[in-house]
């Protein structure tokens, strides 16, 4: 399966952005589904991330309540919806996909993500 994200850009603090990650070569539907991201010298770090079905998800600390992330199964899309952002959210976000058995307990690792987009850029500007 290939990911493809966008929607990233260049925003003031306070603004919004959606991202959406799109599937090709597999249905979304099998992948529980992740965003992370990454910022210049530091370490890629877990952002939101779904289960297959949607009707589970899980944020990190950083990004709870500003954050939203959704799936549209039938468009084989992934959205990271967020508002309210902040000049530590400048990152690469990536999405990825995964079939880990132990999901629950794994999201936010990402040796559990088999499969990664190329990344899209947010840059929130203070």
């Known amino acids: 399966v290939q990911l493809q994200a966008s929607g990233g850009g260049l925003v003031q603090t306070g603004d919004s952005l959606r991202l959406s990650c799109t599937t090709s070569?597999?249905?979304?539907?099998?992948?529980?589904m992740g965003w992370f991201r990454q910022a210049p010298g530091k370490e890629r770090e877990f952002v939101a991330a779904t289960r297959r079905s949607g009707e589970v998800t899980y944020y990190a600390d950083y990004v709870k309540g500003r954050f939203s992330i959704s799936r549209l199964n039938a468009r084989n899309t992934v959205y990271l919806q967020m508002n309210g952002l902040k000049p530590e959210d400048t990152a690469v976000y990536y999405c990825?996909?995964?079939?880990?058995?132990?999901?629950?307990?794994?999201?936010?690792?990402?040796?559990?993500?088999?499969?990664w987009g190329k990344g899209t850029q947010v840059t929130v500007s203070s």
């Open positions: 990825a996909s995964s079939t880990t058995a132990s999901y629950s307990s794994m999201y936010s690792n990402a040796e559990r993500y088999g499969y």
């Open positions: 070569g597999g249905a979304v539907s099998n992948y529980h």
